[in-house]
């Protein structure tokens, strides 16, 4: 046996990171380490692990010593500043900003627990940021799960709702003391039940994703008359039903969509206590909206009052709310810095090359069908131009139609609101590594 494999097993206690004695482990970083040994991919950051995050993307604020101070100055000495100190293509969110909008939704929406989706964004220092201000966390995979018990939250405070599971991370679940699941079919109950017995879960519910950029209902999601039958159905295989959760789809700017989704929540209710069924829960999943143009109207602060008077209306003070943000609260913090790395006259158009491109940071162009907009430190006059990414795939086209200073190699390009989707799905393609992402 190897020296690394007995230490994984024994860890007595943590790495000490400042010559003090080392602290003994919590229980969930005996969990991440106990449980660490297999796929790397899925592998906890705890010390003695291999990190389920490349801490060379995801660097730690440990590591990149960034001072708070420069996340003060004025944008574009900010930006030269953050250039200087780390190069680009990089990923900087501001943990002031997380912090804002974070007691920004718990103001607007008192009622409402917070489950971060940290598939939006994973950084540690965003996980351990919401961790300090008493956030709870929606994890879809074993993967996510020992990542956010490796920054240290109590499996209490953990959400696992993605309603296709692996039997493998239903019983992971079980050892870690993670015991709240979702799920949409009855198939996945009796697995649950089988791995996972006494878990507590949510039946989710189908909804209307009209208007919203990502639809979800189409692979999630079951219709309202199945709902009750399987709450009972959960009941009688030895499991805790505690009510419904829904998601209207991701960046949801119509909120007829909450609206219907919280009446069709409330008429399920009702007809689950007639038949004598327990409901403690609604969970309204994610989706809220963010602007990332100027010109954009729709945001959190938009639903805020009919969806306060809706929740009050529809359920007793008795009934939990929860929900589960993610673009909300992580995509306003990040801006991504980028420089043209090349140039060229292509059909009489200015085309840049940036060091960033869709198979990296700018991914959710594709996968999250998002549009940026992009920003330069030039102020003068402006032409019609392309932007493109740095691989050899033409594929990598990152705008066709922008109004541009004209630029020359090594000019700053930078987008706002970019903090959710984006280095969370980012590649390396062509040997080009992703941005590094820092929390300041």
Same mark, same amino acid.
């Given at each position: 046996?190897?020296?690394?494999?007995?230490?994984?097993?024994?860890?007595?206690?943590?790495?000490?990171?400042?010559?003090?004695?080392?602290?003994?482990?919590?229980?969930?970083?005996?969990?991440?380490?106990?449980?660490?040994?297999?796929?790397?991919?899925?592998?906890?950051?705890?010390?003695?692990?291999?990190?389920?995050?490349?801490?060379?993307?995801?660097?730690?604020?440990?590591?990149?010593?960034?001072?708070?101070?420069?996340?003060?100055?004025?944008?574009?000495?900010?930006?030269?500043?953050?250039?200087?100190?780390?190069?680009?293509?990089?990923?900087?969110?501001?943990?002031?900003?997380?912090?804002?909008?974070?007691?920004?939704?718990?103001?607007?929406?008192?009622?409402?627990?917070?489950?971060?989706?940290?598939?939006?964004?994973?950084?540690?220092?965003?996980?351990?940021?919401?961790?300090?201000?008493?956030?709870?966390?929606?994890?879809?995979? +074993? @993967?996510?799960?020992? =990542? /956010?018990?490796? &920054?240290?939250?109590?499996?209490?405070?953990?959400?696992? $709702?993605?309603? !296709?599971?692996?039997?493998?991370?239903?019983?992971?679940?079980?050892?870690?003391?993670?015991?709240?699941?979702?799920?949409?079919?009855?198939?996945?109950?009796?697995?649950?039940?089988?791995?996972?017995?006494?878990?507590?879960?949510?039946?989710?519910?189908?909804?209307?994703?009209?208007?919203?950029?990502?639809?979800?209902?189409?692979?999630?999601?079951?219709?309202?008359?199945?709902?009750?039958?399987?709450?009972?159905?959960?009941?009688?295989?030895?499991?805790?039903? +505690? @009510?419904?959760?829904? =998601? /209207?789809?991701? &960046?949801?700017?119509?909120?007829?969509?909450?609206?219907? $989704?919280?009446? !069709?929540?409330?008429?399920?209710?009702?007809?689950?206590?007639?038949?004598?069924?327990?409901?403690?829960?609604?969970?309204?999943?994610?989706?809220?909206?963010?602007?990332?143009?100027?010109?954009?109207?729709?945001?959190?602060?938009?639903?805020?009052?009919?969806?306060?008077?809706?929740?009050?209306?529809?359920?007793?003070?008795?009934?939990?709310?929860?929900?589960?943000?993610?673009?909300?609260?992580?995509?306003?913090?990040?801006?991504?810095?980028?420089?043209?790395?090349?140039?060229?006259?292509?059909?009489?158009?200015?085309?840049?090359?940036?060091?960033?491109?869709?198979?990296?940071?700018?991914?959710?162009?594709?996968?999250?069908?998002?549009?940026?907009?992009?920003?330069?430190?030039?102020?003068?006059?402006?032409?019609?131009?392309?932007?493109?990414?740095?691989?050899?795939?033409?594929?990598?086209?990152?705008?066709?139609?922008?109004?541009?200073?004209?630029?020359?190699?090594?000019?700053?390009?930078?987008?706002?609101?970019?903090?959710?989707?984006?280095?969370?799905?980012?590649?390396?393609?062509?040997?080009?590594?992703?941005?590094?992402?820092?929390?300041?």
């Amino acid at each position: 046996m190897s020296t690394q494999h007995k230490t994984r097993k024994s860890a007595p206690a943590a790495a000490p990171s400042n010559g003090k004695a080392a602290r003994p482990l919590t229980q969930a970083e005996r969990l991440a380490i106990q449980y660490g040994k297999g796929d790397p991919l899925v592998r906890s950051s705890t010390p003695g692990t291999q990190p389920v995050l490349d801490p060379r993307q995801f660097v730690p604020r440990e590591a990149h010593k960034t001072r708070a101070a420069v996340m003060k100055l004025g944008l574009p000495k900010r930006i030269r500043a953050l250039v200087r100190q780390h190069g680009t293509p990089l990923m900087v969110l501001d943990r002031a900003s997380l912090i804002a909008e974070y007691q920004r939704f718990k103001r607007l929406l008192p009622r409402v627990e917070l489950y971060y989706a940290i598939k939006a964004n994973p950084h540690p220092d965003i996980i351990k940021t919401f961790r300090d201000l008493g956030g709870c966390f929606d994890v879809a995979s +074993e @993967g996510e799960m020992r =990542h /956010v018990l490796a &920054q240290g939250v109590k499996p209490s405070r953990i959400i696992f $709702a993605n309603t !296709v599971k692996r039997p493998e991370a239903l019983q992971f679940a079980r050892k870690a003391k993670v015991n709240f699941a979702t799920f949409d079919n009855e198939p996945e109950l009796y697995k649950i039940a089988k791995h996972a017995p006494g878990c507590r879960v949510l039946a989710r519910l189908k909804v209307s994703n009209l208007g919203s950029i990502v639809e979800l209902s189409l692979k999630f999601g079951a219709d309202q008359d199945q709902i009750v039958p399987m709450l009972s159905k959960a009941r009688a295989l030895g499991l805790k039903p +505690e @009510g419904v959760s829904f =998601h /209207v789809g991701s &960046q949801c700017t119509n909120f007829e969509n909450y609206q219907r $989704a919280l009446e !069709v929540t409330a008429e399920i209710m009702r007809e689950s206590l007639e038949r004598g069924l327990p409901f403690r829960t609604v969970d309204i999943g994610g989706g809220f909206p963010i602007r990332h143009f100027k010109s954009e109207t729709v945001n959190v602060e938009t639903f805020a009052n009919p969806m306060r008077r809706e929740l009050n209306r529809l359920f007793p003070p008795e009934v939990q709310i929860i929900a589960e943000p993610g673009r909300a609260l992580a995509g306003p913090a990040g801006l991504l810095i980028t420089r043209v790395v090349g140039r060229s006259i292509r059909n009489n158009k200015n085309y840049y090359y940036l060091d960033d491109g869709v198979y990296g940071d700018f991914s959710g162009i594709v996968f999250d069908h998002c549009k940026y907009e992009f920003k330069t430190l030039k102020k003068t006059q402006k032409f019609f131009s392309i932007l493109a990414g740095p691989t050899c795939d033409s594929f990598d086209t990152l705008s066709l139609s922008e109004e541009l200073p004209e630029l020359e190699v090594g000019d700053v390009v930078y987008v706002q609101n970019i903090g959710a989707y984006s280095c969370a799905s980012a590649l390396t393609f062509n040997g080009i590594p992703p941005a590094k992402v820092i929390v300041v």
